[in-house]
């Protein structure tokens, strides 16, 4: 965005507030859907559920998974990663290089 403005200051012509104005419509629309993603994802940390159960409406009840936004945030943020299930390690030898 700040381009933008930059952009007007060195070419006060009609093309360029064309082009400054095209250039911030285009920076807040990217903004504005990663912004959404992000709200949204907050949001459901916030109660407790991943995004299928957000859409398919799991929990109409109590959620058992919820145990407050703070301690929702705390366990999303806090808590250790448990061991992989895909098990990566198998497939390179002690050089870590990949066994094909």
Do not use: H, Q
């Amino acid at each position: 965005m700040i381009a933008c403005v930059y952009r007007l200051v060195d070419n006060p012509s009609i093309m360029g507030v064309i082009c400054s104005a095209a250039s911030l419509l285009a920076s807040l629309t990217a903004m504005s859907g990663a912004g959404g993603i992000l709200l949204r994802n907050l949001s459901e940390i916030a109660r407790g559920v991943t995004g299928n159960e957000d859409i398919r409406n799991k929990w109409k009840g109590r959620n058992p998974y919820d145990m407050g936004c703070l301690k929702n945030y705390k366990n999303f943020l806090c808590k250790p990663i448990g061991p992989s299930i895909l098990e990566i390690r198998r497939y390179c030898n002690s050089e870590n290089s990949l066994i094909v």
